[in-house]
């Protein structure tokens, strides 16, 4: 793994957010889909307090024949609320094309898709094209779990001159059903902010959640882990939406979101204490939801075992499967500084919890 510096500049310069206040918030449609549209959405969330739009003029979909985008044609929308209404305007580039466009229609802001970020080849072509001008970008994770891969994509922008940069936390793909779009690992934005401290953290718990009831506790937990801000998808009717439509929210419930998000403090008195404390504490935090999950996986699969066992009539309790696990968990579990006492407690209980769920589907 190189090490990498970034040559950052503070973002309290880039002149995007008036009072850099936490959170600081992007928030507009995931696509511009009519003037009308645009226009409205954007005079609600001004009225909310939101300083930056965002809206995608052109659309990564995943499959061919969805609604792609409203291309060119919808920059001249976004240009009328930034005349009209002093908003700063984001939108996605994905090409050199688009740089050209975006730039050409005065863009305060750009930000580059998760599909993107993942793809080399495109990153260095928007990143030569974005060469000699001093515009912010934002970088959203790349679609995999590949830290690497989005810091390549940062590397490349910063190499050709771009310093004013930040990350979005969009979650990861993943194969089978999962309770959120995109699965947060929030273990990757986490270690963005320990290689490199000064990196603006913005989480868009839009495309995490996939469904606009999960937002606020996503955005919570961005807050709760020191994010600067959020890039909220809202629409001002999400039903109608042409594109994310499930994870859309009004200007209106944006704005109540935004009202019951709990800012943390940071002590003045013990800053460094509370810094280390807090960085410790969500390490926890992030580990204990991953151990629930495995934990709810595994027992998902020990209610498969109790099914087959029921259809071929074969007892729950194994001995000697029971006793190959426990050898194997104090072997690799020493390995790792976990002594016997604690392993056998954690193991048995997981074990008995297992037997008792195989019972009563054995019983149904
Ligand atoms: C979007 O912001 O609308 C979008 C397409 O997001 P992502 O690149 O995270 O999928
Ligand atoms: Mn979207």
Redo the contacts with the bound molecule.
């Keep these: 793994m190189t090490a990498t510096k970034l040559d950052l500049i503070q973002t309290e310069k880039w002149g995007l957010f008036s009072d850099m206040r936490k959170p600081v918030i992007i928030a507009g449609p ?2 511009a889909e009519s003037e009308q549209q645009i226009f409205e959405t954007a005079k609600a969330l001004k009225n909310a307090g939101v300083e930056v739009l ?1 809206a ?1 003029i052109w ?2 979909r995943t499959r061919p024949n969805c609604f792609e985008g409203v291309g060119s044609e919808g920059l001249s929308w976004m240009q009328r609320v930034q005349r009209e209404l002093g908003m700063k305007i984001s939108t ?1 580039v994905a090409n050199v094309k688009h740089v050209y466009e975006a730039l050409k229609a005065g863009m305060d802001m750009l ?1 580059i ?3 993107t970020t993942a793809n080399p080849f495109a990153m260095q072509e928007i990143a030569d094209a974005l060469k000699g001008t001093d515009i912010p970008v934002l970088v ?1 994770n790349p679609v995999n779990p590949d830290v690497e891969l989005w810091i390549g994509a940062l590397e490349r922008l910063n190499m050709a001159g771009l310093k004013k940069m930040g990350v ?1 936390h ?1 979650g990861f793909s993943t194969y089978g059903k999962t309770k959120y779009r995109n699965v947060p690992q929030w273990q990757l934005p986490i270690e963005i902010k320990r290689r490199f401290p000064e990196m603006l953290m913005i989480c ?1 718990p839009s ?1 995490i959640s996939g469904k606009r009831e999960y937002i606020q506790e996503i955005s919570q937990q961005a807050m709760d882990l020191g994010f600067d801000g959020l890039i909220v ?1 809202s629409h001002i009717c999400p039903e109608i939406a042409l ?2 439509a499930a994870q859309q929210v009004t200007p209106m419930a944006l704005s109540e979101i935004l009202d019951k998000l709990v800012i943390r403090d940071i002590d003045s008195e013990n800053v460094e204490y509370k810094e280390n404390i807090d960085e410790l504490r969500a390490r926890i935090d992030v580990l204990d939801n991953d151990l629930l999950e495995l934990l709810a996986s595994r027992m998902r699969v020990s209610d498969e075992i109790g099914k087959y066992k029921k259809q071929n009539n074969i007892t729950i309790l194994q001995p000697g499967r029971w006793d190959t696990i426990l050898g194997k968990v104090f072997e690799k579990g020493n390995q790792k500084g976990l002594d016997n006492e604690f392993l056998e407690k954690i193991f048995k209980a997981i074990h008995q919890a297992s037997i008792d769920r195989q019972t009563k589907i054995m019983n149904e």
Excluded: V
């Design positions: 995931c696509s965002r995608g659309k990564p996605e930000w898709g998760a599909r959203k979005i969009r868009d495309h998808e594109s994310d």
